[in-house]
Structure formats: structure tokens, C-alpha cells
């Protein structure tokens, strides 16, 4: 099987959505770039807007504003035709639960024929089903439905399904969820296994730090726009291109609202120091 990683970058992403009569911005302004071939972890608390960027960058969604490119391709224009394309042969997207990226009613090696039926008819070099499922340990439940396997198998299953089309991208929805810790690193392996061999860039959401620690990469977001980077460890605040530096929550903690901060230039950049608190005055 041959893939080539899929370069991603959002400029200005916006997503307001409508609940209950009112309107809620999910995103606000969130400008990402994500090489070629990288494997990056979205991370933050729960309704920070990760799960909505992802669905953005799979194309099951159109932001209400801002611009999301694909490789060569702007999602925000993109004609119907090509989106479905890409969706069926370059881009895969894993859902959170694995029981929505599988056909219950269909054996393993039919739901990754099912999943290949569009790419197979493109160039691209695919891997035949009793091969993935032998890569994925699923060998032996080749004719099983997806409701007979164990919750880590149908995990697998679900990934299995994803890499099939040898995607240049695949975005994963908390795939390690509700999995004990022993299925858990067989997915997080499937998935660090498909990145350095394929190319594939993978970008996946996660809430377990476990898992965190371990990636390369990892972008928080929060409040609906990037609110720091992790890169071997180390934590990051960034810098947006409207000038806004989310910080940290460990330094929110040390830092309340109405903290004075204070750049002062060095040698190497800046060096950040507290100056107090803005007092505030009634006229």
C-alpha cells in the first residue's frame, strides 16, 4: 500500500452553530498548520472545539468563516464532486465510538471492501482486505460482524477501515476512548504505525494525557481557538495572527484576569514578567 501525507492549514476558522434559539461560536479564528506527514494531538476540555475542527478538516461541515486547504485544496470552494472524492480516497475520518465507522450488518473483510470501493477505482496501490486485517491482528475475524468483537477489536476494525484507502490523511475522534489500557496502545500503535510507514498525517483528539505525553505534537485548544502547543514535553504558548497569546492553564492559575504582563527584549526575543494587577477606577 502506498500514501502520501496530506498537508493541512486553516486560516481564520470560524464555526457558529444554533442551539436552543441561540447562536454558539465553536470556533473563533483558529489558524493551524500541520506539515506533511505529521502526527499531531488535539487536546482540551470537553465543547473547546476540537471535535468541530475535526469534522471542518474530514469536510462533513463548512466553516462559517475562514479558510481550510487541504494539500492543494480549499475546502471553502471546493465543488461538491471533488469534496466527495477527496472524503472516499485521500481524506478518512474515524468518528468517536467505533460502531459508527463500521457497518454492523456487513463481516470485516466486506466493511473494507465496502470502505475501498471508490479508491479502487483510481491508480492508487491498495492493500487487499485479508492483508489489513492480518496487520491489524484481525486475521482470524475475517468473517465476523463487527457487534462479535471485543471493544478493542472493533477499534482496530474501525482503523483497519480508515487506513484502507491509504488515505494522505486521517483524522481520528478520541479512538482510544473507553478502551482498557491494553487496547489502547494496540490502537495508538495501529496509528503511529500508519504515519511512519505510509506517510500518512494523522490528527488525533484525544483526552488522555497518557496518550498526550506520547506524540510528537499536540495543539490545546480552548474557547474555540488555539490555545497553546506542546512539542517533546515542553508546553508553548502561541502567538495568533491577530496578536492574541492564550496562556497555558497552569500559568492562568498563577496569572488571574487582570494580570499586567511585561515584554522585555533580550538578546534571544523577550523574556514575559508579571507587573501586578490593573486596578480598576470608577469615574
Do not use: W
Amino acid at each position: 500500500m502506498s500514501a502520501r501525507g496530506l498537508a493541512v492549514s486553516t486560516r481564520g476558522l470560524v464555526h457558529i452553530y444554533r442551539t436552543e434559539g441561540r447562536d454558539v461560536a465553536a470556533l473563533s479564528g483558529v489558524s493551524l498548520d500541520i506539515g506533511a506527514g505529521e502526527f499531531v494531538g488535539l487536546l482540551g476540555p470537553s465543547g473547546a472545539g476540537k471535535s468541530t475542527l475535526l469534522t471542518l478538516l474530514g469536510g462533513l461541515l463548512r466553516p462559517s468563516a475562514g479558510r481550510i486547504h487541504l494539500g492543494v485544496d480549499e475546502l471553502t470552494t471546493i465543488e461538491e464532486s471533488r469534496l466527495d472524492t477527496l472524503r472516499a480516497t485521500t481524506v478518512s475520518l474515524m468518528l468517536q465510538g467505533a460502531g459508527r465507522n463500521l457497518l454492523p450488518y456487513l463481516s470485516l473483510t466486506q466493511n473494507l471492501e465496502f470502505a475501498q470501493r471508490a479508491a479502487r477505482a483510481t491508480s492508487k496501490e491498495l492493500s487487499a482486505p485479508d492483508e489489513l486485517l492480518a496487520e491489524f491482528g484481525l486475521a482470524d475475524h475475517a468473517d465476523d460482524l463487527p457487534p462479535a468483537l471485543t471493544p478493542g477489536q472493533r477499534q482496530l476494525a474501525a482503523v483497519a477501515v480508515a487506513v484502507a484507502v491509504a488515505p494522505g490523511l486521517l483524522l481520528a475522534d478520541e479512538p482510544t476512548s473507553q478502551l482498557d489500557r491494553d487496547a489502547a496502545e494496540q490502537v495508538l500503535a495501529a496509528l503511529t504505525r500508519i504515519n511512519r510507514d505510509l506517510g500518512t498525517t494523522v490528527i488525533l483528539v484525544t483526552h488522555d494525557p497518557g496518550i498526550a505525553e506520547r506524540l510528537p505534537r499536540t495543539v490545546t485548544i480552548r474557547d474555540g481557538r488555539v490555545g497553546g502547543e506542546g512539542r517533546s514535553g515542553e508546553e508553548y504558548a502561541v502567538v495568533t495572527a491577530d496578536g492574541f497569546v492564550p496562556l497555558p492553564a497552569h500559568a492562568l492559575a498563577e496569572l488571574p484576569p487582570g494580570t499586567l504582563l511585561h515584554l522585555h527584549p533580550t538578546d534571544d526575543g523577550y523574556l514575559l514578567s508579571a507587573a501586578g494587577r490593573e486596578e480598576s477606577t470608577d469615574d
